[in-house]
């Protein structure tokens, strides 16, 4: 059998954008088969033979995809949930090829959750040993004193062992809550939870803000981008 897609999967499938981009690049004429301008969206197109540019560049199969989704809370962070709950593939449309989310939140975190089809680019961005930094917004149910936030800096006993050392800062206190800024290295199991919890508080609300050097900025919650190539090189430069 032909590799046959449209030419509308094949933009996307590369990695270049979204279908949705796609679609506009076709209307707008910025697409070429064998050198013929084609506007149609589901024009077919057989990778082994065709030639496709976009803006007079090859497009090639199989680039990697690198998505940057804005997770709201009640999301779950799987493919399917036999509950028929909301999961995070809601949010994003068929991009033509296969991605998942390096790492995980919680049913209740929201904030920024890598997606990509780099199976190695995710399971070193996942893997503690290489110590990518994830920075969480955090609300407590209580005030926490100095004292608190040192031994959370310090690090914590927690049932799988003490945590590495954290950056954490107060951003703020309410009457009776306080507001942290926290970055830890390793991304245990329900860890910014616990590591509250170890310091005789509760984390009312989580958002990761920020994954390594890559932050939320003007992304939407609920929606997603294609992290830039200097995002990417950023991320592996991350890793130590
Ligand atoms: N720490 C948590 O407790 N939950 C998350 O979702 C992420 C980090």
């Known amino acids: 059998m032909r ?40 024009f077919w197109v057989d990778f082994s033979r065709d030639r496709v540019t976009l803006d007079g560049k090859p497009v090639k199969p199989g680039k ?33 090829a296969w991605v998942a989310p390096a790492g995980r939140l ?24 290489h110590k990518v930094p994830k920075t969480y917004l955090v609300k407590t149910s209580t005030l926490l004193g100095e004292e608190q936030l040192e031994q959370l800096r310090r690090g914590v006993t927690l049932k ?28 245990r199991n329900r860890q910014v939870r616990r590591m509250i919890e170890a310091v005789d508080s509760k984390v009312l609300k989580l958002v990761r803000t920020a994954i390594g050097p890559v932050r939320i900025g003007e992304l939407r919650i609920g929606r997603y981008r294609h992290l830039a190539a200097s995002e990417v090189e950023a991320l592996v430069a991350a890793q130590t």
Not at 19 to 30: D, Q
Not at 166 to 180: E, I, P, T, W
Request: no cysteine.
């Open 160 to 187: 799988d062992g003490p945590t590495r050392p954290a950056v954490v800062n107060r951003l703020r206190d309410s009457q009776k809550y306080s507001y942290l800024e926290i970055t830890i290295t390793e991304g």
């Open 106 to 129: 919680d049913l209740d975190t929201s904030g920024l959750l890598i997606l990509t089809s780099d199976t190695q680019f995710a399971e070193r961005l996942t893997n503690p040993l």
């Open 64 to 96: 990697k995809l690198y998505l940057l989704l804005y997770k709201p809370a009640g999301y779950l962070t799987t493919y399917q949930d036999p509950q028929g709950r909301p999961t995070i593939y809601r949010l994003i449309e068929d991009l033509g």
């Open 3 to 42: 590799p046959l897609k449209t030419l509308e999967r094949v933009l996307s499938k590369a990695g270049l954008g979204s279908r949705t981009e796609a679609r506009g690049w076709i209307a707008g004429g910025r697409v070429r088969v064998n050198g013929r301008t084609v506007r149609t969206p589901d």
